[in-house]
């Protein structure tokens, strides 16, 4: 549905949860990216992206620079994968984003993503991507901790 955004529990006109806060704007672009990255709307994925838009990735150190490197990554990755958007907290220009990516040949990956937005795109950001991995908790810890169930809540 072109023009309208995710959002937590349901969908939101993109232009009705802009309005006038910056915050609402910013959390609006991102809930957008992540439609339009899971529609593989390439194009329209575009107009959210600054032209020298910068992805840190500091847990391998990697960095994608530019609109062009972040459109071609993503359209080049192993199909397979659905954004399934958990959470969105914007303070200012400023979006948190907590997103479940399951890869059918892959397995499943956690991703927070912390983006900057200004003027409707996001311009930089710092992205955390994990594997799922199911450890048994060591003795010396489970006085306090438990294993988490599949349901994750």
Known sequence: MPG?????RAAVPFALAAGDNPSMEAKATVAEL??????????????????????DWPNTRQRIR???SYLGFNRAYPEGWTIE???????????????????TGLGQF??????????????????????EVSEAVPPER????????????
């Open 4 to 8: 309208w955004s995710v959002g937590l």
């Open 34 to 55: 992540w439609r339009r990255l899971q529609a593989r709307d390439w194009d329209g994925l575009a107009e959210l992206l600054a032209d020298d838009v910068v992805i």
């Open 66 to 68: 530019g609109r062009a």
């Open 85 to 103: 958007v958990v959470n969105l907290f914007a303070d200012g220009s400023t979006v948190v984003s907590e997103v479940r990516v399951p890869h």
């Open 110 to 131: 956690d991703l927070v993503s912390i983006l900057e937005v200004e003027d409707g795109r996001v311009v930089r950001g710092r992205e955390y991507w994990m594997d």
């Open 142 to 153: 489970a006085a306090w901790l438990e294993p988490m169930s599949s349901a994750r809540h």
